[in-house]
Nanobody
Framework: QVQLEESGGGLVQAGGSLRLSCAVS???????????FGWFRQAPGKGREGVSC????????EYADSVKGRFTISRDNAKNTVFLEMSSLKPEDTAVYFC????????????????????WGQGTQVTVSS
C-alpha cells in the first residue's frame, strides 16, 4: 500500500513563498515509474480542487488557471518525493493542501481527478495573511 505524507505548510505573508513536499512510502511497490501525482487544496466551506498534477514521467504537467505562473510541481523518484513550489502567494491560496497519487500505465494525469487519484495524504495547512 502506498502512503503519502505532506509537509511544508505554514503561515506566510501575501507575496511570500512556500515549498510543499509529499513523501511517498511505497510498501510493496518498488517503483514510482507508473505513478502519477497531484496536488489538491480545500479551503474552508469549499470543495476540494485540483491545483496541479504531474505524470509518471514528469512529461505531462497541468496547473489550475489560478496558480499558473506562481506554482511549480516537480518529482524526484529517487527520493520518493513530489514537490509543490508556491510563490507570490495570495490570501485566496489559503487552504489545506493534499497530495494524491494514482497508478497508471499511461503517461498522463487528471488535474481535477478526485476519483481518479487512489491514494491521499492527510493534508498540510497553508495560510496566507494579507
Amino acid at each position: 500500500q502506498v502512503q503519502l505524507e505532506e509537509s511544508g505548510g505554514g503561515l506566510v505573508q501575501a507575496g511570500g513563498s512556500l515549498r510543499l513536499s509529499c513523501a511517498v512510502s511505497l510498501g510493496s511497490r518498488f517503483t514510482l515509474d507508473y505513478y502519477a501525482f497531484g496536488w489538491f487544496r480545500q479551503a474552508p466551506g469549499k470543495g476540494r480542487e485540483g491545483v496541479s498534477c504531474i505524470s509518471s514521467s514528469g512529461g505531462v504537467i497541468e496547473y489550475a488557471d489560478s496558480v499558473k505562473g506562481r506554482f511549480t510541481i516537480s518529482r524526484d523518484n529517487a527520493k520518493n518525493t513530489v514537490f509543490l513550489e508556491m510563490s507570490s502567494l495570495k490570501p485566496e491560496d489559503t487552504a489545506v493542501y493534499f497530495c494524491a497519487g494514482a497508478e497508471t500505465l499511461q503517461n498522463m494525469c487528471i488535474l481535477n481527478g478526485l476519483s481518479w487519484f487512489e491514494d491521499w495524504g492527510q493534508g498540510t495547512q497553508v495560510t496566507v495573511s494579507s
